[in-house]
T-cell receptor, first 113, second 118 residues
Framework: DTEVTQTPKHLVMGMTNKKSLKCEQHMGHRAMYWYKQKAKKPPELMFVYSYEKLSINESVPSRFSPECPNSSLLNLHLHALQPEDSALYLCASSQRQGGTEAFFGQGTRLTVV | SQQGEEDPQALSIQEGENATMNCSYK?????LQWYRQNSGRGLVHLILIRSNEREKHSGRLRVTLDTSKKSSSLLITASRAADTASYFC??????????????????FGKGTKLSVIP
């Protein structure tokens, strides 16, 4: 199994809602990532987890809250988002942090209304 | 910022022609990777070249790396309509730590949108 599975594929939420994005991999990878991608732009790193510990937080606003419950799962909790947060949110994993290829999920297309 | 710059931003070629995309970056790297993205969905890893390598091949792909110029190129030979996609270089850089986690991160360049016309 070389897949990274993200759910949901699409999400529309209001600015007062709370929602969560989920990501799962069963490749035994110990590093997992959240990226944000706006239209016609490259993916921008948000968070990195290494061995289930938060390794990098790229100064992401607190309305985005990551969680790594175990080595296979990664969540991104969303609260009080703004319309400018609408984007494609990509999850990725790799064997370890640094030095290896990353496997990406298909992303969650988020629209904040 | 470590973000790379790709050149050209957009490239349109006929099927069967070769496509060359270039990438420049700013700081020392652990390795450089190329990814492909179709229609704003997930990225697919194409090839990884380590900082001590100069050239690497994978099928119709050829990647070069010049660390003295901080640049890389991706050549796709005998292009097909199915190669139509956005291509991103990504630099793997950062500082390792004794805990094994470190600050390594993968930073993407701005991308080249390739259109292959049948």
């Amino acid at each position: 199994d070389t897949e990274v599975t993200q759910t949901p594929k699409h999400l529309v939420m209001g600015m007062t809602n709370k929602k969560s994005l989920k990501c799962e991999q069963h490749m035994g990878h110990r590093a997992m990532y959240w990226y944000k991608q706006k239209a016609k732009k490259p993916p921008e790193l948000m968070f990195v987890y290494s061995y289930e510990k938060l390794s990098i937080n790229e100064s992401v606003p607190s309305r985005f809250s990551p969680e790594c419950p175990n080595s296979s799962l990664l969540n991104l909790h969303l609260h009080a988002l703004q319309p400018e947060d609408s984007a494609l949110y990509l999850c990725a994993s790799s064997q370890r942090q640094g030095g290896t290829e990353a496997f990406f999920g298909q992303g969650t297309r988020l629209t904040v209304v | 910022s470590q973000q790379g710059e790709e050149d050209p931003q957009a490239l349109s070629i006929q099927e069967g022609e070769n496509a060359t995309m270039n990438c420049s970056y700013k700081t020392s790297i652990n390795n450089l990777q190329w990814y492909r993205q179709n229609s704003g969905r997930g990225l697919v890893h194409l090839i990884l070249i380590r900082s001590n390598e100069r050239e690497k091949h994978s099928g119709r792909l050829r990647v070069t790396l010049d660390t003295s110029k901080k640049s890389s190129s991706l050549l796709i030979t005998a292009s097909r309509a199915a190669d139509t996609a956005s291509y991103f270089c990504a630099t793997d850089w950062g500082v390792n730590s004794y805990s094994g986690a470190g600050s390594y991160q993968l930073t993407f360049g701005k991308g080249t949108k390739l259109s292959v016309i049948p």
